[in-house]
């Protein structure tokens, strides 16, 4: 399969471009090298440390005769005209959009970090539609959303649309009058907004133009890829903005310094590792969608209370572990009914790596040798909600 | 009280001035001038002689002493602190927002028009939500949306949000367990996606930051002003991409060319006319939101299916009319169930102008003077859904 990877010097984009060129597939790549950037302008940088970008193009040049190049497109940004033509001449079966802005403190810093945000991800997005749309129509996009999209409605959510069905005691009574429409969505920032945007505008793309998509609202990520040589770890944020709960902490842990929890910790949600991310992206491909149809998947592996995995990390490490609950810098509901369903990905074959207390501990002792390149002033939370 | 027009130039914008300036209201305008260019660009014109922006200016400025100003900013486009500053100077009590690309055909011409439509439309209502919550956070926006964001579901439409109890037959059993979450959209354009995005940020704002907001879904328009001199008519456009349907239908009707209705005509929407847009809009205002409470208004006097008021538009021209079909361009259920919900304006005092086969006929005895001035090549759809 020729398969276009926007993002692919990322957290996920890069060990999924490794992945996917190891099981044959043609692989193009698409990044800014945004991240990078942004990471060392916030005083932080990768926990592990990671290959320049030159590096890891060479290495998939000197590897992989499957792979079939790599270009530096800034998507909502330079002309669509660049993005179109590079699709124009892959002419890829799959593209899988992981070139977004994905950090919800960053969006809220002040309204140009929010309008960077929602000008990058929503109009890359459409560019990337409607050259779909011109140049391949009937390629698969696999868009990774969030599971942030739902919010923490007081009532079970479904995977994308309102069901014709009850799934569970809350969510709707038999015969709902509304089964089919899109499921409410309630998003907590002006990053998680623009994954809401893109969701509508990729709905409409389908209905209207009979386009094919996957959209991946994907729970909390956690943990590394394995490598074979270390000079080939993924990217690792634990700032206050790029770095997601469970890495944060696990970088806390190593250091000595006390786990910070936001607000009771009793925040529910779904996570997975980073491996159980590039599998379920893998079925999404393996398994597209037919002409027209806008499919969602709600991905992660279960449901945890950010006080568990706290208890986790702390179980995880080797040297004694604080927790500290500090004032939560979000607006968000601490005490909560969360109920998402995630029944399709398991249909369509995923197996998940259900012991997420030896994920974690594994994690730790890969992240080990590594610890003094923590940047301990880069952790704590400065950006505020309100 | 101090009122910001944003987009007073426009087909709304500027009569609203006029009305909230004699009213003894304090205004502020914004605009562009962006439409007077893109209907220029179109190869088409206003129907009515409209003054220039300097001459509009100079009348709002000799006549009222209570006009506060023009300020030339491109929302979305220029630097956010432009708004901002602006913002900062005046001091509003509340901010009308019309200043978006209004054109559902002009977002679907291509990437180009897509990218702007959202650029504009989303950044710019963004940016003007970051520049009350920071510089006058009391202040009430009064948003214009479009009943459009709903589409045409299967069941009842509510006013923003999915109400605890039925509305009608179909909307919802008694304690719909979604109660409360907003209503879910299913709009049929970029140009219509981007009214929801805004709908989506403002919510947000709301809930964030506390921010006080009128979010109006609106009807579709027609009709002209009543101005005393005639040099004060707002303008009336006829084309493909900024005429609406009944006011294309009589400059069709005026040059003796047959109405063109796309497809069946049996597509139903709520309509109103511009006097009572002014109305409702001056209600809005002079019944602000509580702080922190995200207010939708379904704005139209009634609904009415296409072919019923071509027919009316034919039954109020002297001359003969003929009606034609033509295949419809854009992508649209053309037989569908409507029933949108529209009861809190009415509650809050709108009297609406029940005659539209009034309304109508004199319409076109307003436009009959200026109807050498219709350029027929700019009538027909030449932007295809698909």
Redesign the interface.
């Known amino acids: 399969m020729k398969i276009l990877i926007l993002g692919n010097d990322g957290y996920i984009g890069y060990p999924l471009t490794i992945h996917l060129l190891k099981l044959g597939h043609e692989v193009c790549g698409v990044d800014n090298y945004s991240r990078r950037r942004r990471v060392a302008a916030l005083g932080s940088n990768s926990l592990t440390p990671i290959d320049i970008q030159e590096g890891r193009m060479s290495y998939f040049r000197d590897t992989f005769k499957n792979f079939a190049g790599q270009s530096r497109i800034s998507l909502g940004t330079d002309s669509?005209a660049y993005i179109?033509s590079l699709i124009r001449l892959f002419q890829p079966n799959a593209i899988v959009h992981l070139a977004e802005q994905p950090s919800a403190p960053w969006s809220m810093k002040?309204?140009?970090y929010?309008?960077v945000t929602?000008?990058e991800n929503?109009?890359g997005t459409?560019?990337i539609l409607?050259?779909i749309h011109?140049v391949c129509p009937e390629a698969h996009l696999v868009k990774l959303g969030t599971m942030g999209e739902y919010g923490t409605?007081?009532?079970?959510i479904p995977e994308g649309v309102?069901p014709e069905e009850c799934i569970g005691d809350?969510?709707?009574?038999n015969d709902?009058?509304?089964a089919g429409?899109?499921?409410?969505?309630?998003?907590?920032?002006?990053y998680h907004?623009t994954k809401?945007?893109d969701t509508?505008?990729i709905h409409?793309a389908c209905?209207?133009?009979g386009m094919r998509s996957t959209d991946i609202m994907q729970g909390v990520l956690f943990g590394l890829n394995e490598p074979d040589d270390e000079s080939l770890l993924t990217r690792f944020d634990y700032d206050e903005c790029f770095g997601t709960v469970i890495n944060r902490f696990c970088a806390q842990a190593l250091i000595g310094h006390p786990l910070t929890v936001y607000g009771t910790g009793d925040q529910k949600r779904g996570f997975l590792p980073l491996k159980d991310s590039l599998q379920c992206i893998t079925l999404a491909l393996k398994q597209p969608p037919a002409l027209g149809e806008y499919r969602t998947l709600n991905q992660f592996e279960n449901v945890y209370s950010i006080n568990t995995l706290a208890g986790m990390v702390a179980k995880g490490c080797e040297l004694p572990v604080e927790i500290s609950h500090i004032p939560n810098p979000r607006?968000e509901a601490e005490d909560h009914y969360y109920n998402p369903d995630h029944q399709t990905l398991f249909n369509m074959g995923y197996v998940p790596t259900t012991d997420i207390q030896g994920e974690i501990t594994n994690l730790l002792n890969q992240l080990l040798p590594h610890k003094g390149r923590v940047i301990k002033e880069s952790i704590m939370p400065k950006t505020n909600?309100?």
Chains 1, 2 share one sequence.
């Open positions: 669509p179109k002040d309204v140009q929010a309008n929602q000008r929503i109009l459409l560019d409607w050259a011109e409605p007081n009532c079970d309102i809350l969510l709707t009574d709902c009058p509304m429409l899109l499921f409410p969505r309630t998003p907590g920032s002006f907004l809401v945007h509508l505008n409409f209905r209207n133009w607006l909600w309100r």
